[in-house]
Nanobody, 121 residues
C-alpha cells in the first residue's frame, strides 16, 4: 500500500523559512508527477509546486523565487523548501504523488494527510 506522510509544518515569523518533507512509502512500480498543494479554510486548494519527469518543475506565481521543490530518490522523499515566508503562505500543505503501484497497471493520485504552516508575528 502506498503512503505519503508529511512533516515539517509549524509556526514561523514572516521572513522565516521552513522545510516540508513528504516520505513516499510502499510498493511503488512507477512514480510520475509529484507536487505540493495548499489550502486555506474556505478556499479552493491550490498548486504550490510540482515536479515531473525530466525535472520539469512548475511553481505558483505567488511562490516563485521563494520556494524550492526537490525529490530525493534514495530516500523517496519530496521536499518543499520555503523561504521569505509571508502571512499569506499560511495554509495546510499537502503532498501528492501520481503512482503506479507495483504489480498493477493503473496510476492513481495519492495524498498525504497535510501539515499546517502558520506564518505569524
Amino acid at each position: 500500500q502506498v503512503q505519503l506522510v508529511e512533516s515539517g509544518g509549524g509556526l514561523v515569523q514572516p521572513g522565516g523559512s521552513l522545510t516540508l518533507s513528504c516520505v513516499v512509502s510502499g510498493e511503488i512500480g512507477s512514480l510520475y508527477e509529484l507536487g505540493w498543494y495548499r489550502q486555506v479554510s474556505g478556499k479552493q486548494r491550490e498548486l504550490v509546486a510540482a515536479l515531473s519527469g525530466r525535472d520539469i518543475i512548475k511553481y505558483a506565481d505567488s511562490v516563485k523565487g521563494r520556494f524550492d521543490i526537490s525529490w530525493d530518490n534514495a530516500a523517496t522523499t519530496l521536499y518543499l523548501q520555503m523561504n521569505s515566508l509571508k502571512l499569506e503562505d499560511t495554509a495546510v500543505y499537502s503532498c501528492t504523488a501520481n503512482i503506479r503501484p507495483a504489480g498493477t497497471i493503473s496510476r492513481s493520485d495519492y495524498w498525504g494527510q497535510g501539515t499546517q504552516v502558520i506564518v505569524s508575528s
